[in-house]
């Protein structure tokens, strides 16, 4: 069973397993048209395309964040038609870091599927190492994913809203971790959101870090102590990780889980939700 990471070599192994499920990730927030068009261009044999807009979030209403979370019935609809059940093993990849893949990743862990992983370094490292690429529309047949959702993985704004009002942000018992760059964490330089800056005690932990120059994960040592620093002395499931949207904050989710410092939560609503209600603080600099 692979339930963080997963090598290009290994995957390779078994992609024409029927038991195996690859799911193509690819996509950019500027041009959302375009994984999809990568992906029938090019893709792993075998891989069904996952949309982030289309398949891997709800619908927006005046109270959400830009990727809302999907409904339970909606992703269990999808993840049968996709073939998926509780003994296929299935594998993410987007176009390297896996910052898209880590959302599928976390979706199905938080309905109760452990046998789900991402591809270290992504559609890039696949092609680095020579490994065949189609352009070949795959079918699986249809299987009953039975969907568990664990509410304990989930954070919500009215949650954050009272762990900060108790006090429990700033004497780190709930430990805010958002995975926006810096340089939008501190409100210099907003490119997505109409309000700048973070919530009041949370702190920055770039998901970018988590990853090398070419878009693979860091080694787990590498990546525990670098979490260690961040955790401060605090176990994991305190930690509570945010970002824009709550997509990214999932690659930091998967950066834990990789290091060996399971049990942190998801704030899926993350800055974009928490933005939406004018009275909630918003604090700015570092």
């Known amino acids: 069973m692979f339930t963080t990471l997963i090598e290009p070599a290994e995957l390779h192994v078994h992609a024409a397993d029927a038991g195996w499920a690859v799911i193509d990730c690819r996509f950019?927030?500027?041009r959302p048209a375009w994984g999809e068009e990568a992906w029938e261009a090019g893709h792993i044999p075998g891989a069904l395309y996952a949309h982030l807009d289309r398949d891997l979030s709800g619908a927006h209403t005046p109270d959400t964040g830009r990727h809302p979370l999907p409904a339970v019935s909606a992703l269990a609809n999808l993840f049968s038609s996709w073939g998926i059940d509780a003994a296929v093993q299935v594998v993410a990849y987007d176009q390297g870091p896996g910052a898209y893949?880590?959302?599928?990743?976390?979706?199905?862990r938080w309905l109760g599927h452990a046998q789900v992983a991402v591809l270290n370094g992504g559609f890039a490292a696949w092609e680095r190492a020579r490994l065949p690429v189609s352009r070949a529309c795959p079918q699986r047949a249809p299987r009953q994913f039975r969907p568990a959702p664990a509410a304990h993985m989930l954070v919500t704004s009215a949650n954050v809203?009272?762990?900060?009002?108790?006090?429990?942000?700033?004497?780190?018992?709930?430990?805010l971790v958002d995975a926006r760059s810096a340089e939008r964490f501190t409100g210099e330089n907003e490119t997505l959101d109409p309000v700048a800056g973070h919530i009041p005690g949370a702190r920055?932990?770039?998901?970018?870090g988590n990853s090398d120059s070419q878009g693979r994960f860091l080694p787990a040592r590498e990546l525990q102590r670098a979490w260690e620093q961040t955790l401060h002395g605090r176990p994991a499931?305190?930690?509570?990780?945010?970002?824009?949207?709550?997509?990214?904050?999932?690659h930091n989710l998967l950066a834990l889980e990789a290091a060996g410092l399971p049990g942190?939560?998801?704030?899926?609503?993350?800055?974009?939700?928490?933005?939406?209600?004018?009275?909630?603080?918003?604090?700015r600099g570092s």
Request: with cysteine.
């Open 28 to 30: 950019d927030l500027a």
């Open 101 to 108: 893949a880590a959302r599928l990743w976390w979706l199905l």
């Open 161 to 175: 809203a009272a762990a900060l009002a108790a006090g429990e942000l700033a004497r780190a018992q709930m430990l």
């Open 204 to 208: 920055n932990h770039p998901f970018a």
């Open 237 to 250: 499931s305190a930690a509570v990780a945010m970002c824009g949207s709550g997509v990214t904050a999932c």
């Open 264 to 283: 942190a939560r998801l704030y899926a609503g993350s800055w974009s939700e928490w933005i939406r209600d004018p009275a909630r603080p918003v604090a």
